[in-house]
């Protein structure tokens, strides 16, 4: 079951503010003794006093006083440093919003219904041992709410120098588990030294309560409501999405090397469209939460590049995230790179599926521009016909079909996804075919481009001539990208060459749509994958052709000229540019589409032959090793 999006209101987390600053006042606690060994030195020595008689497991009565912990970290000042006030304050907010997603579990369970009951009249039987397994339920749920959200909202910062105890979490209701967590934490923090090394105890604490529950979840079977809950609360910046664990806080700095386009030799039609797509992504309006380009058509929110190895895939990758970026920089916007990979492939059942859901999850923020990669797909995701595979790719497959073109996905055009691998035969057909456009990476190709890169990566650091050579000419990208598009009014993949041949001497011709009906229909007839899905990624491309316009660069060196518009005024500014569709993009796209399964199909076809070469190989040295070991009476078999 998944009940959706839920957003939490003021009015639900408001009730639960008393409770919680109360329990945050002073609450009592019975807790149980782990060990006799007396926490004072002996006088002298470095040893402890052990009594003789065993105390371990005993229990005694402790009171929670957690503010006064907070403000004991600066005995000399009166007041709460903004650091202690902030921990303060998330803490009981989180207490609050925990209660709050208890009352949602509550609903989505009989527990509510069993809660009223039993204040009637006390529940007996079946009844009551349900309604005891769904309160412990709670308690989890509501713990784990309000240590994410600790965890998530806490500043980020460095790490603890002193590794907190582990929790003693009690789930008989939320109300223990809660006074439970307030003791360890102000267990955890007391004696800190400064403001960081309390948030850093705080944060760690945190960590090891998700840690502890997250081991205790088989327990409990009544968390399947839990498990589908989507849960944000806007004004605090946090999301729960079931039993995932988000590290939460501010995101960090994106690390990475950036490639500016010069950098990027060949793989010009690929290059070409990274860029535009760079700026078209700015075009998004986040009041709007919409693209112009996606109500006119053209953009792309997926992709797949393939090429040998050494071909510039991870190139690619650099200049796209670099020219986003960029422009995210000059216009003030968050954007949000991440690759997801094999690294994400865990060895809990379901853990995979939910570790790629937080990466799709991660990237369509519709308060953000986001970017995201799948390198090495083919590792990443199995076929599912893959027998072999993992159950962790078998998950990752379905998630990435389901959210990349499934019933609920929605196209903002605030963000994009691009999957790269070596090997593109070996990604599941549907997942690929997903991919609304096919960029093949194959690197430099003239004697031109080598020159060119050589030129590049040698540097200036030599004093060798240049010879008659004019650098990076070959690179002028309206020059490079008119000569590749016009490779493709021919096809160039053996099994397309011989449809297209065959179309034409049967008379066939393209010069109008029923033409084209017809052509599209002979290439299905000789590769039966090319479906319909194939036919709407071919016309997005030619959309996208058509939209195939130069945004002027100084739309984007300030952010008012263009990027800080109304939608209606990024719309219009747009539509002026925008030209239409001819019959010469439409078979160039045709052909570079087709070529692509082509050229998948082929290499699955050479993968295959080559295996079953090498099969009847063994099998006939295998047969004259037997041969031998028979007539030297070696042979038992």
């Known amino acids: 079951m998944d009940i959706g999006l839920t957003t939490l209101r003021e009015e639900d987390i408001i009730p639960h503010i008393a409770t919680a600053q109360a329990m945050m006042q002073r609450s009592a606690v019975i807790v149980t003794e782990k060990g006799n060994k007396s926490k004072t030195a002996l006088a002298g020595t470095r040893r402890r006093f052990v009594s003789a008689v065993a105390t371990d497991g005993l229990q005694r009565s402790a009171d929670v006083r957690i503010l006064d912990a907070i403000s004991a970290i600066s005995p000399e000042d009166s007041m709460l440093s903004l650091a202690q006030h902030s921990l303060a304050y998330r803490l009981r907010r989180g207490l609050a919003v925990g209660l709050a997603v208890g009352d949602v579990f509550a609903r989505q369970t009989e527990l509510e219904s069993l809660s009223s009951e039993n204040k009637t009249s006390a529940l007996s039987g079946d009844k009551a041992a349900q309604f005891h397994k769904l309160m412990a339920a709670s308690a989890f749920v509501c713990l784990f709410t309000a240590a994410s959200y600790l965890s998530q909202t806490l500043e980020a910062g460095g790490e603890s120098t002193k590794k907190p105890d582990e929790p003693d979490v009690d789930l008989d209701t939320p109300h223990e588990a809660f006074k439970m967590f ?5 267990k955890s923090i007391s004696g800190a030294p400064d403001d960081p090394e309390m948030l850093a105890r705080a944060r760690e604490f945190s960590r090891l309560t998700l840690d502890s529950l997250l081991a205790r979840q088989r327990r409990f079977p009544e968390l399947s409501a839990f ?23 501010k995101r960090k700095p994106l690390v990475m090397t950036f490639k500016k386009p010069d950098e990027v030799v060949g793989n010009h039609i690929a290059k070409y469209q990274a860029m535009k797509l760079a700026k078209m992504l700015m075009a998004y309006d986040f009041d709007r939460q919409l693209n112009p380009f996606v109500e006119m058509g053209g953009f792309l929110f997926t992709f797949i590049g393939d090429g040998n190895p050494g071909t510039g895939k991870t190139t690619l990758i ?20 991440e690759n997801f990979g094999v690294d994400q492939i865990s060895s809990y059942q379901g853990k995979s599926g939910q570790n790629c859901r937080q990466f799709i999850t991660n990237i369509i923020d519709p308060r ?21 595979a993992s159950a962790g790719q078998q998950e990752i497959t379905a998630v990435l079909m389901e959210s990349l073109s499934g019933a609920n996905t929605v196209i903002r055009g605030n963000c994009t996804f691009g999957m790269f691998s070596n090997y593109p035969e070996n990604v599941d057909d549907a997942l690929r075919q997903r991919a609304g456009a096919r960029w093949l990476v194959d690197g430099p190709q003239t004697i031109e481009d080598y020159i060119d890169i050589f030129a ?14 004019d650098f990076f000419s070959a690179q002028e990208i309206k020059k490079a990208v008119q000569t590749a598009y016009a490779d493709y009014n ?3 993949e053996a099994g397309m060459v011989k449809v297209a041949q065959h179309f034409q001497k049967n008379g066939g011709k393209l010069k109008t749509l029923s033409d084209i009906g017809n052509y599209l229909h002979a290439i299905k007839e000789a590769e039966p994958r090319f479906t319909g899905r194939a036919i709407k990624n071919i016309t997005d491309a030619i959309k ?20 800080h518009k109304s939608y209606d005024d990024k719309l219009a500014m747009i539509s002026k540019l925008r030209k239409p569709i001819s019959m010469e993009m439409v078979v160039q796209e045709v052909h570079r589409y087709a070529d692509s399964e082509f050229r998948y199909t082929d290499k699955s076809d050479d993968a295959a032959v080559g295996n079953l070469i090498r099969d009847q190989r063994i099998r006939e040295r295998a047969a004259s090793e037997i041969t031998v070991l028979k007539d030297k009476g070696q042979w038992n078999g």
């Open 318 to 337: 650099q200049m796209i995230a670099g020219l986003i970026n960029e422009y995210c920089e000059v216009a003030g916007y968050t954007f949000h790179y």
């Open 544 to 563: 996208m052709r058509a939209m195939d316009i130069e945004l002027p660069d100084k739309w984007f060196e300030k952010p008012e000229v263009f990027m």
């Open 227 to 249: 498990e589908a809950m989507h849960i944000r609360l806007d004004n605090d910046d946090f999301e729960l999405n079931g039993i995932d664990v988000s590290t939460g806080g």
């Open 182 to 186: 307030l003791y360890g934490l102000e």
């Open 368 to 388: 953000t521009i986001g970017f995201g990669t799948v390198d090495d797909i083919d590792q990443v995701a199995a076929k599912r016909s893959d027998d072999r």
């Open 456 to 469: 590049l990566l040698i540097g200036d650091n030599h004093k060798l001539k240049p010879g008659g050579h």
């Open 490 to 492: 021919k096809p160039h």
